[in-house]
């Protein structure tokens, strides 16, 4: 039920970085993404792919996501999102889950990942 | 949303597809009213949930669980810890939605296209259980009575579901629009929240602080690796044990912060959260009256099975009726056709086994009424001394009352050789329930 992470992620320097993150359970969702002070994305959609640069030129940098989720799916109260990088020394891949009361309810999941 | 909506709006769904399928029931039943039966399931749709309506389970005794666990914990307290069979019991299930369903996203739910996913998400499982005074099991003592019970199980597959209507469309960018006019508000103030928190953001300085040392020294434990040689290895190894300890203290360290950062930000969001609860209400609300209009190609199969077990004695079960149903059709924006093939099977030895292939056209009369006619032909009716090669006709007019309920008449004249008769009156209260949605009719 954690919809607020914080993270640190040692990422290569010679690869490139990506985030992919999926709302799942087929609800609505929309999402921004910040690299720094900059908006690297603001989408509503449920499966989002970021090439974010190098390694690198990451570290020592934040990114910032903010996703809500509404449920308007009848068929479940469950709603997710989950993060995966590529390009961090170790596979780094993680969701967040939340089940709420009734139907039309919005979740805020808020992710930090700081790179070094 | 998307399928119990659509379970409500299969009178629009429409012909096409004749399969028939063959159904018999050999072992004997007891003469219940089965009569009561087939007039429920005589209209030209699937039920929604096809086992609930063989045993016409009352909406109050269904329970719609949405995880393996519900499951459990409603099947244990409706059977007191398992060690008794309900009077009266339901289950509707989606098992791809109980089985988890995180990986589905929101374009595959609300798209058009017949995939073998989009078919498992909207495959749906009834199961009900039903008990009965049963006198007929007495035998020649007409004082002896005993209950028996009915089981059932009902599928229901629907394959094609139509694309969604250009209103629907709109009303879900405009729900889209909100949310994103939502987010942007709520991450302004949580960054602007985070600014002014004094104590996140000395913790966010130690983070970066810690980022750069990390960072040196796990490059400076790599180098350290890489320079490993046969001279120098136990004064490198020296080197790199202090160099992970360090590593491992400023990893703890890290965690902490973290953690601590992660804390004060939920507290930050909690207050942002309901700062916009107006907001957040109307963003709700736009999904309670979002329409879930499907138009063009509808395809569905469905069928069910009930088993009687006299005397809950189940050395004695057996099969009693059984139905099934091929639905299809194409559905515009306000005329719908509707092509049905069933078989309805409900008597001893199959003496009651009926097979029906008929059509229905709908339209809408206005934003709260639509109309119906429908025709079936009955070729081939194994009742007992029952007219084979007969027809039904009906005429069904269902009004929207309230938000999800509508007051269905259906009128006409029934099939000829029924121990109902022929006249065929019927008033019906559809109720829509597991979901604060309209029923789109």
Not at chain 2, 101 to 113: K, Q, R
Not at chain 2, 182 to 195: G, V
Not at chain 2, 343 to 369: E, F, Y
Request: charged content about 25%; some cysteine.
């Amino acid at each position: 039920m954690e919809t607020t992470i914080h993270r640190m992620l040692r990422v290569k320097a010679k690869e490139e970085v990506e985030l992919k993150l999926t709302i799942g359970n087929g609800q609505l969702g929309t999402t921004s993404v910040h690299l720094g002070a900059d908006l690297i994305c603001d989408e509503t959609k449920s499966r989002i792919t970021l090439s974010l640069g190098k390694g690198k030129n990451l570290r020592r940098k934040q990114l910032r996501c903010s996703t809500l989720v509404q449920d308007i799916n009848a068929s479940t109260n469950k709603t997710s999102v989950a993060y995966r990088f590529n390009g961090s020394y170790m596979p780094y891949e993680e969701k967040l889950t939340k089940t709420v009361a009734e139907e039309g309810e919005i979740v805020w999941y808020t992710a930090t990942f700081n790179f070094y | 949303m998307i399928t119990h909506k659509e379970s409500f709006t299969k009178f629009r769904l429409v012909p096409l597809i004749v399969l028939v399928v063959m159904l018999s029931i050999t072992d004997e039943l007891p003469a219940q009213d089965a009569g009561k039966v087939e007039e429920q399931l005589n209209l030209l749709v699937a039920p929604s949930s096809v086992g609930l309506s063989l045993l016409d389970v009352d909406a109050s005794s269904v329970s719609r669980p949405q995880t393996p666990t519900d499951i459990i914990v409603t099947v244990r307290n409706k059977t007191n810890e398992f060690t008794e069979i309900p009077s009266e019991f339901g289950l509707d299930l989606q098992p791809y939605w109980v089985l988890g369903g995180g990986g589905a996203t929101y374009e595959e739910l609300a798209g058009d296209e017949v995939t073998f996913r989009s078919i498992l998400q909207n495959f749906r499982v009834s199961l009900a259980t039903k008990s009965r005074i049963d006198s007929s099991f007495a035998g020649t003592d007409s004082l002896l009575t005993v209950t028996s019970s009915d089981f059932a199980i009902g599928l229901n597959l629907p394959i094609a579901r139509g694309k969604r209507s250009s209103e629907t469309i709109e009303h879900f960018k405009a729900i889209k629009d909100g949310l994103k006019g939502l987010n942007r508000i709520l991450r302004t103030k949580l960054d602007s929240a985070r600014k002014n928190s004094e104590s996140y953001q000395i913790l966010s300085l130690r983070l970066d602080t810690l980022e750069g040392e990390l960072s040196s020294l796990t490059d400076a434990g790599d180098d350290l690796q890489k320079q490993l040689d046969a001279q120098t290895a136990a004064q490198k190894m020296a080197e790199m044990i202090l160099n992970d300890a360090r590593i491992a203290a400023l990893k703890i360290e890290k965690a902490a912060i973290l953690a601590q950062q992660e804390k004060l930000e939920a507290e930050m969001k909690d207050v942002i959260f309901k700062s916009q609860s107006a907001e957040l209400e109307a963003q709700k609300k736009l999904v309670a009256d979002a329409p879930n209009e499907r138009i063009g190609f509808k395809l569905e199969l469905a069928g069910g099975i009930v088993t009687d077990v006299p005397g809950q004695d189940f050395d004695k079960a057996r099969l009693r009726t059984a139905g099934i149903w091929v639905t299809g059709g194409y559905e515009s924006k306000s005329l719908g056709f509707l092509g049905v093939a069933r078989s309805l099977a409900d008597g001893k030895n199959g003496d009651r086994t009926s097979w029906d292939i008929g059509g229905r056209i709908v339209a809408d009369v206005g934003p709260q009424l639509s109309c119906s006619i429908e025709a079936a032909y009955r070729f081939i009716n194994m009742y007992a001394g029952a007219n084979m090669n007969t027809w039904r006709t009906a005429f069904r007019a269902d009004y929207l009352v309230g938000k999800n309920k509508s007051l269905a008449v259906t009128f006409g004249r029934d099939f000829e050789g029924k121990k109902s008769g022929t006249l065929l009156t019927l008033v019906q209260l559809v109720l829509g329930f597991g979901s604060a949605r309209p029923i789109d009719s």
